[in-house]
């Protein structure tokens, strides 16, 4: 049984361009939220996903975007790349009614903004 | 908003010995779940152990067990018969219920837990 799954690992992108990153929750999961862990620091909550719908979104500007798929995977897109977007970005996945449930989490995608 | 401290940035111990680490919060709900994740340097984050607030009584996973202060708002974790595979960031984490379902997680700034030989 595979468990989240995150695609790039690593990626380079240059200050002002835009960046698609993809996740697939582990089976039988329909919740997805995404995090950004600078470095030497804890994960930051971006958003969650529910039913293809953004349930709740932390203190992130609109450049940082969602969209959940009907077989719950799920993208985060970054548009106009600052240097500060630079840091790993992890992506977890629960259960129906998330509450309560283990929470899992990807590997994570590097990103640097160069 | 809620907020989590971990006071220690980094602490270092023998191997087999016990080890604690301090995590407070800070929140004006009631129904609540707290955590402690692991993460090597993978970076692969790992649930350790995790406490209902509703439960008084805390909770243990083999060597790992809590301190849950509620009152206090207070949640330590410690770790039992250290072993060099403990060796990794450790993070507090938070998560409220706000009605429509769970809310995302509030993770404390990390402890570097380090076991030396």
């Known amino acids: 049984d595979a468990g989240v799954t995150q695609s790039p690992t690593h990626l380079i992108k240059t200050r002002g361009q835009q960046v698609t990153l993809r996740c697939s929750p582990k089976?039988?999961?329909?919740?997805v939220s995404w995090y950004q862990q600078a470095l030497g620091q804890g994960p930051q909550f971006i958003f969650q996903?529910?039913?293809?719908?953004?349930?709740q979104r932390g203190n992130f500007p609109d450049r940082f975007s969602g969209h959940q798929f009907p077989n719950y995977s799920s993208e985060l897109n970054v548009n106009a790349l600052l240097l500060g977007d630079s840091a790993l970005y992890l992506c977890?996945?629960?259960?129906?009614?998330?509450?309560?449930?283990?929470?899992?989490f990807g590997e994570g995608s590097w990103l640097t903004v160069v | 908003a809620q907020t989590v401290t971990q006071s220690q940035p980094e602490m270092s111990v023998q191997e087999a010995e016990t080890v604690t680490l301090s995590c407070t919060y800070d929140?004006?709900?009631?129904?609540?779940?707290l955590f402690w994740y692991k993460q090597p340097p993978s970076r692969q984050m790992i649930l350790v152990i995790r406490?209902?607030?509703?439960?008084?009584q805390n909770a243990t996973e083999n060597r790992f067990s809590v301190n849950f202060q509620k009152a206090a708002k207070s949640f330590s974790l410690k770790i039992s018969d250290s072993q060099l595979g403990d060796t990794a960031m450790y993070f507090c984490?938070?998560?409220?219920?706000?009605?429509?379902?769970?809310?995302?997680?509030?993770f404390g700034k990390g402890t570097h837990l380090i076991i030396q030989p």
């Open positions: 406490q209902e607030a509703y439960k008084q």
């Open positions: 984490a938070f998560m409220g219920y706000s009605g429509g379902g769970a809310d995302g997680l509030t």
């Open positions: 089976s039988g999961h329909d919740t």
């Open positions: 996903y529910y039913e293809e719908e953004e349930r």
């Open positions: 929140t004006s709900e009631n129904n609540y779940y």
């Open positions: 977890a996945s629960s259960g129906k009614g998330w509450y309560g449930n283990t929470i899992y």
